[in-house]
């Protein structure tokens, strides 16, 4: 089993950047894809980012792709989301996510664990 706890959100300005991390516990850290997620006030939980086990594969939806980038420090059983140029539109709470899927999954249904969330709050 793995426990995760998000951390970096905030209140930032357009255009800026942030940095999201994510800190599992557990022993088998480096089995699990990871991923990010993030839902907005009254929409449904959607997909960001997933990183393979061995950090060498991503994928991103479309909305970030070239803005946000997903990476993972395995020795340190952690997982970061680096956001640049963010948009008001980005406003939302952002959540860690770990699957034991075979392939990079980008459906919710997919990822077995989850962290309770960071708010991220972009203002134009």
């Known amino acids: 089993q793995v426990q995760l706890v998000e951390s970096g959100g905030g209140l930032v300005q357009a255009g800026t950047s942030l940095r999201l991390s994510c800190a599992a516990s557990?022993?088998?850290?480096?089995?699990?894809?990871m991923g990010w997620f993030r839902q907005a006030p009254g929409k449904e939980r959607t997909f960001i980012a997933a990183?393979?086990?061995?950090?060498?594969?991503?994928i991103y939806a479309d909305s970030v792709k070239g803005r946000f980038t997903i990476s993972r420090d395995t020795a340190k059983n952690m997982v970061f989301l680096q956001m640049n140029s963010l948009k008001p539109e980005d406003t939302a709470v952002y959540f860690c996510?770990?699957?034991?899927?075979?392939?990079?999954?980008?459906?919710?249904?997919?990822?077995?664990?989850w962290g309770q969330g960071t708010q991220v709050t972009v203002s134009s």
């Open positions: 990183i393979s086990r061995s950090g060498g594969s991503t």
């Open positions: 557990g022993r088998t850290f480096s089995r699990y894809i």
């Open positions: 996510a770990a699957s034991d899927s075979y392939y990079l999954p980008s459906s919710r249904n997919l990822y077995d664990y």
